[in-house]
């Protein structure tokens, strides 16, 4: 069954500081991947996407992902954190048939000025 | 402005009562889909629906019912014998489920229920 793992349930950095948030998948198939951001109480933006093409892919507010398919990994990078960045941050994978999203249990980041 | 209206965002109930959570939509996409989130859980797939008149069961659908009978709405109703109704319910459309390149799902603002 596809499953989605993030370690890190919580990650706090220093504003200006790099990111990178873990994701890790189990798919059978050429998985399509996503990152979504949420602010408390509030819904699911969606950051970037892996369909295909090139591993590295460019999203939203300056964040990029790389697919590494030896590792099982999309992993969610930002040269340079701001405060408004702090948010809780859900990896997920798309099970082929029905649009069917599987999502991590997501990474809660904080900034610290 | 196009997007999805979820209300109330903040709903309470007693115990043992029905409620019912609304979704719409004007983007007219075909596809809308129920989340439950829970704290450390991420969001799992209550239902979702392809096209009108027609749903399909997700991976928690015990205690939860809904229904499709206009293309903009999709009300989740949640019932008594839903043993842990409280969290924050998410709802999503999608233009075209078989269609990959279209299969980025757009969310409401959530209502967050919770049960006295």
């Known amino acids: 069954a596809q499953s989605v793992t993030q370690p890190d349930i919580h990650i706090t950095v220093s504003e200006g500081a790099s990111l990178e948030l873990r994701c890790n998948y189990s798919y059978g198939a050429t998985p399509y991947l996503f990152w979504y951001v949420q602010s408390p109480g509030q819904g699911l933006q969606l950051l970037l996407k892996y369909f295909s093409g090139d591993t590295l892919v460019q999203g939203i507010k300056g964040f990029e992902a790389e697919f590494k398919r030896s590792q099982s990994s999309f992993n969610l990078r930002k040269p340079s954190v701001h405060w408004s960045d702090a948010a809780e941050y859900f990896c997920a994978v798309a099970q082929g048939g029905y649009n069917k999203l599987i999502f991590g249990a997501g990474t809660r980041l904080a900034v610290h000025p | 402005d196009g997007g999805i209206t979820q209300s109330p965002k903040y709903l309470f109930r007693k115990e043992g009562q029905n409620v019912t959570l609304s979704c719409e939509q004007n983007l007219n996409h075909d596809a809308m889909y129920w989340y439950r989130q829970d704290p450390g859980q991420g969001l799992r797939l209550i239902y979702y629906s392809q096209i009108v008149n027609d749903f399909q069961k997700g991976d928690i659908a015990e205690g939860y019912s809904v229904s499709r009978e206009k293309k903009e709405s999709f009300p989740l109703t949640v019932t008594s014998a839903q043993k842990n109704p409280t969290a924050f319910y998410l709802c999503?459309?999608?233009?075209?489920?078989?269609?990959?390149?279209?299969?980025?799902?757009?969310f409401g603002p959530g209502t967050r229920l919770t049960v006295l």
């Open positions: 999503a459309s999608s233009i075209d489920v078989a269609g990959w390149q279209y299969n980025e799902q757009f």
